[in-house]
């Protein structure tokens, strides 16, 4: 018989499911972070025990192994100095003439809609190790962006 007409399963057709990817480089965290991490690692081994779907439960156990690396390797970092940007620094700053404010995290609690930006996000870049009064490059200009305060935002540092 032709291979054209025999039948395969379903399974055959099915892309493969790759481990989620862990940003490359350091996994620097605030003290929050870590917390987040670890409540996500909890919450995702209850759903693991209490999953009956075979399939869902492979989802879930993949979900897992990310946050337990995420966690396994998370640096919790210092608060920086005050004025100077770093990872838990609340940064005031202009940009085209409006005045923002974002706090600069680690990966994994970015939630740019609350004003929590990854340290490896383009802005997070552009404003980690700048000083309050500099004028930093982004997006292609060299004076983008002036740094107007930077100190360790209580929220994510506690």
Known sequence: ???????????????????????????????RGLRLLGEEVARLEAAVA?????????????QLR?????K???????????????????VHYALNGAERAVTIVGHDEADPAAGRIAFAAPLGRALMGAEAGDMVE????EDA???L??????????
């Open 145 to 147: 962006i002036e740094i």
């Open 138 to 141: 982004f997006q292609g200009r």
């Open 66 to 70: 990310y946050f337990n690396t995420r």
């Open 50 to 62: 209490a999953e009956g779907n075979e399939e869902a439960r492979k989802k879930l156990q993949r």
């Open 1 to 31: 018989m032709s291979v054209a007409f025999r039948r395969e399963s379903d399974d055959e057709h099915k892309e493969p499911e790759y481990e989620l990817p862990i940003p490359v480089g350091a996994n620097l965290v605030t003290p």
């Open 72 to 90: 396994a390797t998370a640096e919790v970092q210092a608060p920086a100095e005050d004025d100077v940007v770093g990872i838990g620094s609340r």
């Open 149 to 158: 305060a930077a100190a360790a935002d209580p929220e994510v540092m506690a």
